[in-house]
């Protein structure tokens, strides 16, 4: 391979080029016109030019003369991990050019980048892949295995997944079940909470304190302040939803919602689900269901570890740990954190907040 050279990527320079490299490696989103909404350069620059602090993110370019061939991006995402501090390269864009595949420039670019982000004072990179086949690449570059993150799922109806397999005349039949199972995991709410729902991020009143208090009973966790949130939920043409439990005006709990549609199944996806007293949980999941039929939702769905799962009590709610999972997977690249740390599945809390997707 002549001439491949590695750099930092200048947007100013070439944008066009890393939305040309987009669309070869993933032709399929621009065949939905809503997935090509959220890959426009509104949504670049977005997510990887408006990160509320100095660094706005880190990309990085393997070219061939003029020709864009791999592209490699990270979000400067700040964790608590044990009573300190860390700062990450959240990996959320890695491509490579079909034409160039086999050439090894995925391993190379990565330990480019790698190598950059050490000198640029982080500490640690992750990701959350899904597909198996991206998994070797990554270990070639000394990455880490943490643990799974299935994605669960809740079914409230099932007449999009039946007329997909074109079987929707036994939707009314099976409705009955989905609302017989529904009912039957149903717990009652706690008297003591209030529910209130709100579609800006900025309307939620005692957030600053709720996160404070977050942050110090959960072991690792992304820092989630007010104005990364903000950052977070400001996705161009994204619609959140944000389920607050206040305990005598006190919030305790926060749920964030996005409506989506996967395999053609109109869903909520959980984004981030946080607590400070269990006993909001009834109401929240109680509150989930109640607006998901409201608005014609079918399934509900989010990703976690298995430990998670059972702190937040998600299979006694009637969730199913589908067949689909997520691996948590990490480079520790200052080496300032204990790899158990790292390791430790019941001290971390990770959810779809932590990725660059809903």
């Not at 190379?108 to 980048?113: E, S, Y």
């Not at 409201?294 to 589908?322: C, V």
């Not at 948590?328 to 204990?338: A, C, T, V």
């Amino acid at each position: 391979m002549s001439m491949l050279e590695f750099q930092k990527f200048d947007y100013n320079v070439s944008l066009d080029r890393q939305q040309k490299l987009f669309a070869e490696c993933f032709p399929e989103v621009f065949d939905d016109a809503h997935t090509s909404i959220s890959y426009s350069t509104d949504k670049y620059k977005w997510l990887f030019q408006s990160y509320p602090a100095a660094t706005k993110s880190y990309e990085y370019a393997a070219m061939i003369k003029d020709d864009l061939v791999g592209y490699y991006a990270a979000l400067p995402f700040v964790y608590k991990i044990g009573n300190r501090t860390y700062s990450s390269g959240m990996v959320c864009g890695v491509m490579t050019s079909p034409k160039q595949r086999k050439a090894g420039i995925f391993t190379k670019l990565g330990n480019f980048a790698a190598e950059e982000q050490t000198k640029a004072g982080v500490d640690f990179n992750l990701t959350f892949p899904i597909r198996k086949a991206v998994m070797p690449g990554f270990m070639r570059m000394g990455w880490e295995v943490g643990f799974d993150m299935p994605l669960y799922i809740k079914f409230l109806k099932l007449n999009s997944l039946l007329q997909r397999k074109k079987l929707g005349v036994l939707a009314p039949v099976f409705n009955i079940g989905a609302a017989l199972y529904s009912t039957a995991f149903r717990k009652k709410n706690n008297a003591d909470i209030k529910i209130v729902t709100f579609k800006k991020f900025e309307e939620i009143s005692g957030y600053g304190e709720f996160v404070k208090a977050y942050e110090q009973a959960t072991p690792n966790t992304l820092k989630k302040d007010a104005a990364f949130s903000k950052w977070r939920y400001g996705a161009p043409g994204a619609e959140y939803l944000f389920l607050c439990a206040y305990r005598a005006d006190r919030l305790i709990g926060f749920v964030s919602l996005r409506a989506m549609v996967r395999e053609g199944v109109p869903s909520y996806g959980i984004v981030d689900f946080m607590y400070t007293e269990g006993v909001c949980l009834n109401n929240l999941y109680n509150a989930m269901e109640e607006r998901a039929r409201a608005n014609g939702i079918e399934a509900i769905m989010t990703m976690m570890s298995k430990f998670s799962a059972g702190k937040y009590r998600i299979l006694s709610h009637g969730f199913l740990k589908s067949p689909f999972k997520f691996h948590f997977i990490f480079k520790n690249l200052s080496g300032k954190i204990e790899q158990q740390e790292m390791f430790s599945e019941k001290d971390w809390h990770l959810m779809f907040v932590d990725t660059d997707d809903l």
